[in-house]
């Protein structure tokens, strides 16, 4: 079984063009001039983990969900998802507490950025479980969980524990700047976990923002970015994956570095597409039998050029739709 640790939240996505076309008009103004009307916006399950799962869930590998999920209605309807995808969500924490919401900003290319509303809201109390399962073989793990305490510090010290026990550890850091109220700090928190990684996936964004190369020139951000990666691989990880949109995946290894185009489709939003390669790298990997730090820093050119063709298949299909919908295994058959 793969578990994914981490956040489950509530997107709340715009209306499509088309749809705002049929809304109400809105009411003119007391100076006789037409208010701006409000977005329409659509509650979409999401959250970089609980989308990893879902996706982990579709491919067909076992996994199972471990955070900490609201009472509210909400909550209710992520665990309604975790169930339709056939997810374990027995590691699930239940609280009273609101779930989070992130609102999202889809630019005219697809992409999407985030506003979060995480005061006081469920995940954020998510407490170190017991000793997983046994039949545990990997743990995947990122994004604002491991961001806002105190449930960082916990998702923190269950990737410790459970790499110390032989656990695969796979992580994506999926850095959601606005969260960060230190970015240094949080730097020097990320290369702590790398000893205990073994396999580090992120976009480019990411890799620039880590490598602190935001705002250099297009030459000098990517020299920064190569150099960084070289210094993340010698710390721990067997395997570094960067994600690079529409112009595919490469991955870093000691002895290789391959890279494969990306899937040519129309993109409706870009949603779920990095949580959608977290669940396909696993489920391929575990598919080549490398759910080992060993067994991932043996794999050949080849086999790489496999596993990094599926993922960028599947975040393919993932954007092609609106929100975080991650493909089923019959999809990509």
Known sequence: MIVVAGEALIDLVPASAADDEHAPASPASPAGTAAAALPSLSPRRGGGPYNTAVALGRLGSPAAFCSRVSTDAFGASLLDGLGAAGVDTSLVQRGPEPTTLALADISPDGSAGYGFYVEGTADRLFTLPPALPDGVRALSLGTCSLVLEPGASAYEALMRREAARGVFTALDPNIRAGLIADPDAYRAR?????????????????????????????????????????????????????????????????????SVPGERVDVVDTIGAGDTVNAALLHRLDAHHALSPAALAALDADAWRDILAYAARAAALTCSRPGAEPPYASELA
Do not use: N
């Not at 990320?190 to 620039?208: G, N």
């Not at 970015?225 to 010698?234: I, T």
């Open 190 to 258: 990320f290369r702590s976990w790398l000893p205990h990684v073994a396999l580090l996936k992120l976009s480019e964004e990411d890799a620039r923002w880590l490598a602190g190369a935001d705002g250099l020139p297009e030459g000098a951000a990517a020299d920064a970015v190569a150099g960084a990666v070289k210094e993340w691989l010698a710390a721990g990880p067997a395997a570094v994956v960067l994600t690079r949109g529409g112009d595919g995946l490469t991955v870093t290894t000691a002895t290789d570095e391959v």
